[in-house]
C-alpha cells in the first residue's frame, strides 16, 4: 500500500552486539548504577554478594559516574564492557541489558529504551538510587556487613 509506514524494529532486536554502533551500545545502559555497587566473592564456593556501597566515582543521584572516559584508569578494578567480555562477568545484575542480550532475552518494559523515559528505571525500583552509599564512607573491612539482597526483579 501507498503511503503505509511499516515500524522498524529497534535496534537492539536487530543487531548483534559486536555490530552495533558505539551510540548504539552506551544507550543499552539503563543507568541502574548495580553495577557501580562494591561487590565481594567468597573464596569458597565464588558466589559474588552485593553490598549497597558503590564506586567514589558515582553520582548516585543520576547513577551515572562522573568521570566516565576516566574510570578504568582511576579504578583499575572497573571494568569496560565489552561485546568480546561479556561471557566472562557473570556477576552483571539479571537486569542488565547488555546481560540481558547477550543471553537472548528481551529488554524489560522499564527500561528507557522500552519506555521512552530516562525515570523509568528508577521509577520501577531497580536502580541504586536513594539505597547506596559511597565507598567514602566505608572502611573496606566493613563491606561484609554491608551485603544485601537487591531486588532486580527481570520478570516483566
Request: charged letters at 30%; a negative charge; one cysteine or more.
Amino acid at each position: 500500500m501507498a503511503g503505509k509506514k511499516t515500524a522498524q524494529a529497534p535496534f537492539w532486536k536487530t543487531k548483534s552486539l559486536a555490530d552495533m554502533t558505539s551510540a548504539e551500545w552506551e544507550s543499552l545502559c539503563d543507568n541502574c548504577a548495580l553495577c557501580c555497587l562494591n561487590k565481594v566473592e567468597d573464596i569458597e564456593s565464588h558466589e559474588v554478594h552485593y553490598t549497597d556501597v558503590v564506586c567514589r566515582y558515582l553520582d548516585s543521584d543520576k547513577c551515572r559516574c562522573t568521570a566516565y572516559t576516566d574510570r578504568t584508569r582511576l579504578v583499575p578494578t572497573c571494568v569496560k564492557l565489552t561485546p568480546q567480555n561479556l561471557d566472562q562477568l557473570p556477576w552483571m545484575p539479571p537486569t542488565c541489558a547488555y546481560r540481558l542480550l547477550f543471553e537472548s532475552k528481551p529488554l524489560p518494559d522499564w527500561h528507557p529504551l522500552v519506555s521512552g523515559s530516562d525515570s523509568s528505571v528508577h521509577e520501577a525500583g531497580i536502580s541504586v538510587r536513594g539505597r547506596c552509599i559511597s565507598e567514602e564512607f566505608v572502611h573496606e573491612d566493613d563491606l561484609l556487613q554491608r551485603i544485601l539482597e537487591w531486588d532486580t526483579d527481570d520478570s516483566d
